[in-house]
């Protein structure tokens, strides 16, 4: 299956929110920002209570991205869900258990000499296999690094969309079977697309209204695929079905309005922006300022990155932090240099992480692992 044209700006956004999401982390986790925050109380509060609200970038981003490889037109143009689902699985898990790995060795090695709760315990057997196989929420196990839930989530949110629009490509094929080729062809546009489509809008309809205000939701994809949705139906609003597109507008501005009145979440504001920013970045020119802007060396090449500084940034900034304190435990000059460097390293291991693992192509190798993966 081709991968669409990219839409220019994109891997900048999600540059810039792996890089509040790093910061968030820096200010969540001390003991540098503890030490830096009576010099800077608004800017570390900042960052802890909002910072993380970057995620939902990441989410609007992927359900983006997800409509249009898997449905441009609202209709399944892949033909084995299971296949796809792992294939998605191994593309996110070869990274996520590389830095997983390099997590689990820096808390063995600063734990004897760095008492502070966001050292993880060393892992059992239980807990390994619960991250190899992105259940540690489900079985309670505590996360050796953080970031890891999203990764979990980003994998149930993706078996989600694969399984309903193969669902409505199924249902649109028993519709056909019973009629002739004219018929089949007339089902795919009047049956499948719609299907699917109302089956997306429910699925988010039911998670900004309902499981989204449940805390105890937050372990599964239900609790995230109103912002996941909004995503998709920008794509949709910006492509080719964007002949309609004031009711992929309206629909993305009714659910997002609605679920607002019934509960304000800041979270959810940030679904919403980056949604119609999408719209609006597919709109512009591609000599427009702010495309150009995005579209950047730096910024690009750091979304490019993204995922990688996501997963590997935890124990860079853990050691970092254990040394600064070792040292400089009441320091400010240090520990602000300590969280600068800290964010270098962490998008220079970033880097590393990218080129030598995630980048490879999935097909290296022979055997079983090529074959599951063959067309």
Request: proline content about 5%; some cysteine.
């Amino acid at each position: 299956m081709a991968s669409p044209p990219r839409l220019p700006g994109i891997d900048a956004l999600k540059g810039l929110a792996c890089v509040m999401i790093v910061w968030h982390h820096l200010a969540f986790y001390g003991p540098m920002s503890d030490v830096v925050h009576p010099f800077a109380p608004a800017l570390m509060e900042w960052l802890y209570d909002y910072g993380r609200m970057a995620v939902q970038v990441f989410l609007v981003v992927s359900g983006f991205l997800v409509a249009a490889s898997l449905a441009p037109q609202g209709v399944a143009v892949f033909d084995s869900p299971a296949r796809l689902i792992f294939r998605r699985y191994w593309r996110l898990v070869k990274p996520y258990l590389v830095a997983l790995a390099v997590s689990v060795l820096v808390a063995a090695l600063i734990r004897p000499w760095f008492v502070h709760a966001s050292v993880p315990a060393a892992p059992t057997l239980l807990q390994l296999m619960a991250h190899m196989f992105l259940l540690q929420d489900v079985l309670g196990q505590e996360a050796l690094s953080a970031g890891v839930w999203y990764v979990a989530i980003d994998v149930q949110l993706y078996a989600m969309v694969v399984l309903v629009f193969a669902f409505a490509r199924r249902f649109q094929f028993q519709q056909g079977e019973s009629g002739d080729a004219a018929h089949a062809t007339s089902a795919s546009s009047t049956v499948a697309a719609p299907l699917g489509i109302s089956l997306v809008l429910l699925f988010a309809l039911a998670s900004l209204l309902f499981f989204n205000r449940q805390s105890a939701f937050d372990i599964t994809a239900l609790y995230f695929c109103g912002s996941y949705a909004l995503g998709m139906l920008a794509f949709w609003a910006s492509s080719n079905l964007g002949a309609r597109r004031s009711f992929w507008l309206i629909a993305m501005a009714l659910m997002g309005g609605l679920a607002l009145t019934l509960d304000f979440r800041g979270r959810l504001v940030v679904a919403l922006v980056t949604a119609f920013g999408l719209v609006g970045l597919a709109w512009l020119s591609p000599n427009a300022w702010p495309v150009r802007w995005l579209q950047q060396p730096q910024l690009v090449q750091l979304g490019r990155i993204s995922y990688s500084v996501f997963l590997i940034h935890f124990p860079v900034c853990l050691l970092v932090n254990a040394i600064v304190s070792y040292f400089w435990p009441t320091q400010l000059v240090a520990n602000v240099t300590g969280l600068l460097l800290a964010f270098v390293l962490s998008l220079l291991a970033g880097s590393a992480l990218y080129r030598w693992v995630e980048c490879r192509p999935v097909l290296e190798g022979n055997g079983w692992l090529r074959r599951m993966f063959a067309n």
